[in-house]
C-alpha cells in the first residue's frame, strides 16, 4: 500500500486507513489507494485466470492419456468459442487429417459438428444455418443442422457427429458418434 500520507483524505471517523471497514478499503477515494486495490484485484485476476489455464491444459493431458488407453482419438482444439458467430461454421480435420468435419455455432451456447461426407455417396454437405440444414448440392439430399438426421432426398443415414468438449473458452473434438440407424 502507498505511504504518502498527503494524498490520503481523513475519513469522516477519523481513523487512519488501517482501520476502516473492509468496504471503504476496497472502495478508495484517493489515487494512490486506488492504484493499490487496482493492482490488488488485477494481479488476484491473473494468479486465478493462469490457474485456470493449468488445470485446463491438465484435464486435456489426463483426459488424452486415457482416451489412448480405449484406443479413442485424442482431443483436439478445433475453435475459440468466440471465433464464430451465431450461424457461421468453420471446418477442421478429425480424427485424421483427411477427414473434414464442419463446426457450427447454433446458439449463444450452442455448437454442432459433423463429418462432412454426406452418407449417400460422400460429397461435402454445405451448411446452411438460415434453413437449419445442410444441403448436399449432388443429389439434392439433407440434414438436420442439430441432429444431421437425413431430412430430404437420397440420403436415409444421419452424418457421423464429432463430440464437442469446452474447456477454457476452447472448443475440443472429442470422438466421433457413428450414425446407427
Ligand atoms: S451424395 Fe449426397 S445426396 Fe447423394
Redesign the pocket.
Same mark, same amino acid.
Given at each position: 500500500m502507498s505511504t504518502n500520507r498527503e494524498h490520503i483524505t481523513i475519513a469522516p471517523n477519523g481513523q487512519p486507513p488501517e482501520r476502516q471497514p473492509r468496504w471503504r478499503q476496497d472502495f478508495p477515494i484517493d489515487w494512490p489507494e486506488d492504484h493499490y486495490v487496482a493492482r490488488r484485484d488485477f494481479t488476484k485476476f491473473m494468479v486465478l485466470t493462469s490457474f485456470a489455464f493449468v488445470a485446463g491444459q491438465a484435464w486435456i493431458v489426463v483426459q488424452n492419456l486415457l482416451r489412448s488407453r480405449r484406443g479413442q482419438p485424442p482431443l483436439r482444439q478445433i475453435a475459440a468459442v468466440n471465433q464464430l458467430a451465431i450461424g457461421q461454421s468453420l471446418a477442421f480435420n478429425y480424427p485424421a487429417e483427411h477427414d473434414t468435419c464442419l463446426l457450427v455455432r447454433t446458439g449463444e451456447n450452442r455448437f454442432v459438428a459433423f463429418d462432412q461426407r @454426406?452418407t449417400?455417396?460422400? @460429397?461435402a454437405?454445405v451448411p446452411e444455418p438460415d434453413k437449419k440444414r445442410f444441403l448436399?448440392p @449432388?443429389?439434392? =439430399?439433407s440434414f438436420d443442422l442439430e441432429t444431421g438426421k437425413p431430412l430430404a =432426398? *437420397? *440420403?436415409r443415414r444421419p452424418l457421423a457427429r464429432i463430440k464437442l468438449e469446452i474447456v477454457n473458452d476452447a472448443i475440443y473434438a472429442a470422438g466421433v458418434e457413428l450414425s446407427t440407424v
Open positions: @454426406c449417400h455417396l460422400s @460429397c454437405v448436399c @449432388c443429389h439434392n =439430399g =432426398g *437420397p *440420403p
